[in-house]
């Protein structure tokens, strides 16, 4: 898997800068986050990606549109407020 840096901190703001992302991360739905990290990790099997990681990746993406945080993030995205999410 290539490491791909986005973001260039002195050791002394390392720390406050990853509990600064952490912090945003979990303000996520939690079903999402757990389904893009086995999506990550379905990925970083596939070299390359054949037909059955594929249809994995297919069916987690499913998921996620089908489930009600997906809508909650939406709805909360045009009335222009924070998401509620519910892990669902």
């Known amino acids: 898997m290539a490491l791909q840096i986005t973001h260039i901190r002195s050791n002394e703001r ?3 800068a ?3 992302m952490a912090g945003y991360m979990i303000q996520n739905s939690p079903l999402v986050i757990s389904l893009l990290k086995e999506q ?3 990925l970083g099997e596939a070299h390359p990606l ?3 990681g594929f249809q994995r990746i297919q069916a987690i993406r ?3 549109y089908d489930s ?3 809508q909650e993030g939406i709805r909360s995205f045009f ?3 924070a998401p509620q999410f519910q892990g669902r």
Do not use: H, M, Q, W
Request: hydrophobic share 25%; charged share 50%.
């Open 14 to 16: 390392l720390e406050s």
């Open 18 to 20: 990853t509990t600064e």
């Open 40 to 42: 990550l990790r379905v």
């Open 50 to 52: 054949n037909p059955e």
């Open 62 to 64: 499913r998921r996620i």
């Open 68 to 70: 009600a945080d997906y």
């Open 79 to 81: 009335e222009r407020r």
